[in-house]
């Protein structure tokens, strides 16, 4: 897909080194814009070299619809967001030593930044903020006064911008500032929405297949409100990492809806040639389940349409959710039953023989190592592991190696005793 990008440099610049880490199969063309004005024109020449536009802002892209009839290209904007207003409040209370109480604001969205501050349990923050026209002549000039003026009635007060050039002013001036910019993870949706738009309106007659990832958590024993939101937080966006990271491999996009939190879409040929082939089906699943608490369903849909095998994922998932022993499910028509995708269930022994059907193994060495497990404990080492099944430490990592390509391995931590390699401290999901 080409992606046009239109808008400020600095926030172009960063979209793009994202787009160039994490995405690499999408062809990108800039566009810079000094003046909002500028955008309407600068929008029409680069829709005839594109397959979607996105622009960096919010502002820039209302003012062009606003002067512009959309055409057939689609259009999204990188919005305003809590990540990116989390990552802005962490560095000014590390780089700046703020207690984030006192906050200067122009153009982003002062709701999005008090529920930024209610997730990490500032309450009685004071947000200050002026009328301020997004288009006038004399914008940043305008905001800079703005942030100066509060500053000088308050020396406690954070300034938070958008704008590069309010920015170097600021800092020129030595005014406490820090520069927001679109959090990475917000970059990698609005490109997904996009492909998403772009893999629609080609057409791929019979050729859609939709994976519905639903998963939920509960840290109901974390007694800090402050705390527990933060975790639930961190917990949402791992897991939307790494379903970012199966849809590049499939070279898919990634939406969400009111119900279902994320829609993987692809072709049939990508999900059986590699999410099946390279089980990211079972890695997810295993992914998902960091505790025992903790459980993420899949469901699979094929169809001649994206609305149709949209409707067979939502029709799968919901007999993923029904059965508990099995958290994936498929779907191929409306007049055949759903059937089970994989079985990751919570009894031992098929969840043993899904294991060792994929690693190669025998269900005699799995159970081995299930019975060392409750000796040394979860986590462990692969020494502990040796000493208690009575095998060499290679031939332990060998079994463990395998373990962690289908994801049942999470390293949490590394000792180092000395020279040599650091032992790796294991938690095996079986």
Not at 260 to 275: D, Q
Not at 352 to 372: D, N, P, Y
Not at 405 to 422: L, S, T, W
């Amino acid at each position: 897909m080409k992606l046009g990008i239109i808008g400020a440099r600095s926030v172009m610049e960063n979209i793009i080194k994202v787009i160039d880490e994490e995405i690499k199969d999408i062809d990108v063309i800039s566009v810079a814009t000094e003046k909002i004005e500028e955008t309407p024109s600068k929008v029409r020449e680069l829709e005839k070299k594109v397959d979607a536009v996105l622009f960096t802002g919010p502002y820039n892209y209302h003012y062009a619809l606003k002067h512009l009839s959309k055409s057939q290209v689609p259009w999204t904007c990188i919005p305003h967001n809590r990540v990116s207003a989390l990552q802005s409040l962490l560095q000014a209370s590390i780089s700046l030593h703020s207690d984030l109480r006192h906050i200067s604001l122009d153009t982003y969205d002062p709701q999005i930044i008090q529920e930024a501050l209610h997730t990490v349990g500032i309450q009685n923050a004071e947000i200050y903020t002026d009328a301020i026209n997004p288009e006038s002549a004399t914008l940043n000039e305008d905001l800079y006064q703005a942030h100066s003026r509060r500053y000088k009635n308050n020396n406690k007060v954070i300034c938070l911008t958008s704008h590069q050039v309010c920015h170097e002013l600021l800092t020129k001036a030595e005014i406490p500032c820090i520069r927001i910019f679109p959090a990475k993870e917000i970059i990698k949706e609005q490109v997904y929405y996009l492909r998403l738009q772009h893999l629609d309106a080609s057409d791929q007659q019979g050729d859609y297949a939709v994976i519905a990832i639903h998963y939920n958590y509960v840290f109901d024993n974390e007694k800090d409100p402050a705390v527990r939101d933060w975790e639930k937080l961190r917990y949402q966006h791992e897991i939307r990492e790494y379903v970012y990271t199966i849809a590049h491999k499939l070279q898919a996009a990634v939406f969400s809806d009111d119900i279902v939190p994320l829609f993987i879409v692809t072709s049939r040929k990508m999900l059986e040639n590699v999410f099946f082939k390279q089980q990211d089906h079972i890695k997810l699943l295993q992914f998902g389940q960091q505790l025992q608490r903790f459980r993420v369903c899949l469901g699979i849909g094929l169809g001649d349409s994206m609305l149709e095998a949209k409707a067979h994922s939502t029709m799968a998932l919901n007999h993923a959710f029904r059965d508990a022993d099995i958290h994936a499910y498929i779907a191929k028509s409306n007049t055949e039953a759903a059937a089970p995708a994989v079985s990751v269930g919570r009894k031992e022994e098929s969840s043993l023989e899904t294991i060792a059907r994929h690693c190669g193994f025998t269900i005699t060495t799995l159970q081995k190592l299930s019975s060392a497990l409750v000796a040394t404990g979860n986590p462990t080492t692969a020494e502990s592991l040796a000493q208690e099944m009575q095998m060499t430490v290679r031939s332990v990592n060998r079994i463990l190696s395998r373990l962690e390509d289908i994801g049942c391995v999470q390293i949490v931590a590394k000792e180092g005793h000395g020279k040599g390699r650091p032992t790796r401290i294991m938690k095996i999901l079986l």
